[in-house]
């Protein structure tokens, strides 16, 4: 059996028995180099060195996977310094968290895995590990520190990534950005990583969002702090409205035609056709928790949304009946004046779309400005944007916060 061959194997175990963790590692094909000593990522991809992988047994190289997957979704590349000592805090916070999973196994000599840090985040592991002999490698939790290394800490024998900055060998190291390495534009360098860590808060609210809607439990704690950090940044709700109604409208699957920039995963995925343009679902709750401002530009930019995509919508009025319906086509302006003012009850409008669907409709997302309070539908089917003007999250779905 080929060296990709079980690293697919190991890919497709995850996928089925922890999709959580398996759909995130999805994100991440993989190169050989043999300059390495074991395995190391950089947000990218994971680079193997074949003969490595070949000495491992299949748990070990699924634990491997998963160990390096983590690496990406808890942004150790921008929340910790890219030497030993950061790798050191990244793998303890890791190890521990995949301790506990049936069917892995940790290979032999290369973690650190210390239960004096359990239930600690990467940067309170970080401020606990000794400072390395002659003072170098700081801590602290600014990724793009590149201090070097120093002296392994306690919690097990050190990993393979050598003395200094990290390179080939390292667990993880700093994302790469920017034409020509290292060596190109700064700012190019750092829009390359900004948008690299954008990419993977948003992998991990979709495998957050896959896994609750699938019923398969909660989050694990240590991501479940990451989600909580990301809900609690500021959003731009307008932009967040536009690119889910473009993300949700005008796609179907067709298996006939793979997608090319899929064609390295060892799952198959289809393309999208374009050829079906969907219809959004747009409520205001007027019940009086959304005020006039944040209606209008709501209303103003369902007219935007419509116009630039070529969709068709359906805006409902809704307290706790739906009050008024109107269908929105083109550079049609949508109502300014909102009917109803009684109480809030959600579960009308996800009766009202699944009501379209069942006719026939291709209802492709619910937008629902909201202040959250009140008896909702534990789930749907159709994916959700809720533009919530408290604290509230919504059942299912996206949630993004208005500011007052």
């Given at each position: 059996m080929s060296t990709q061959t079980r690293i697919d194997r190991a890919r497709w175990w995850a996928l089925t028995n922890q999709p959580f963790y398996g759909s995130l590692a999805m994100r991440l094909p993989d190169k050989f180099d043999p300059s390495?000593?074991?395995a190391y990522t950089d947000g990218r991809v994971i680079a193997w060195n074949p003969t490595w992988v070949e000495s491992l047994t299949d748990e070990q190289l699924r634990f491997a996977l998963l160990h390096e997957t983590l690496h990406c979704a808890h942004q150790h590349m921008w929340r910790l310094p890219a030497d030993k000592r950061g790798n050191e805090a990244g793998d303890h916070e890791i190890n521990l968290t995949l301790q506990g999973i049936q069917g892995i196994s940790m290979p032999e000599g290369i973690a650190y895995c210390d239960a004096h840090y359990r239930g600690m985040a990467c940067e309170e592991?970080?401020?606990?590990l000794p400072e390395p002999e002659g003072g170098g490698g700081g801590g602290g939790d600014d990724g793009d520190d590149q201090n070097g290394g120093g002296a392994s800490g306690p919690g097990g024998q050190p990993g393979k990534p050598g003395e200094g900055e990290p390179g080939p060998g390292s667990h993880f190291g700093p994302p790469a950005g920017g034409e020509g390495g290292p060596q190109g534009d700064p700012q190019a360098k750092a829009e390359a990583s900004q948008q690299l860590r954008d990419e993977w808060e948003g992998a991990v609210i979709q495998a957050a969002q896959a896994a609750q809607a699938l019923g398969q439990g909660s989050v694990?704690?240590?991501?479940?702090r990451i989600l909580d950090k990301i809900r609690h940044q500021s959003?731009?709700?307008r932009r967040e409205m536009a690119d889910f109604v473009k993300d949700a409208m005008s796609t179907r699957n067709d298996w006939s035609r793979s997608t090319r920039r899929h064609a390295w995963q060892p799952v198959i995925y289809p393309r999208k056709r374009s050829d079906e343009l969907g219809k959004v679902i747009f409520v205001r709750d007027t019940s009086g928790s959304v005020n006039d401002a944040q209606l209008s530009a709501y209303s103003a930019l369902i007219t935007e949304c419509i116009s630039e995509t070529g969709c068709t919508g359906l805006l409902i009025d809704a307290d706790a009946t739906i009050q008024a319906e109107y269908e929105l086509s083109?550079?049609?302006p949508c109502p300014l004046t909102a009917k109803g003012g009684g109480?809030?009850?959600f579960r009308p409008v996800f009766d009202r779309a699944d009501e379209l669907v069942a006719m026939g409709d291709h209802v492709a997302g619910i937008v629902y400005i909201t202040d959250l309070c009140g008896p909702a539908p534990a789930t749907s089917e159709i994916p959700t944007l809720w533009l919530s003007t408290t604290s509230q999250d919504g059942p299912f779905g996206r949630t993004?916060?208005?500011e007052a």
């Open positions: 390495t000593d074991t592991i970080l401020g606990q694990p704690g240590d991501l479940q959003i731009d709700w083109g550079f049609e109480g809030t009850d993004v916060r208005i």
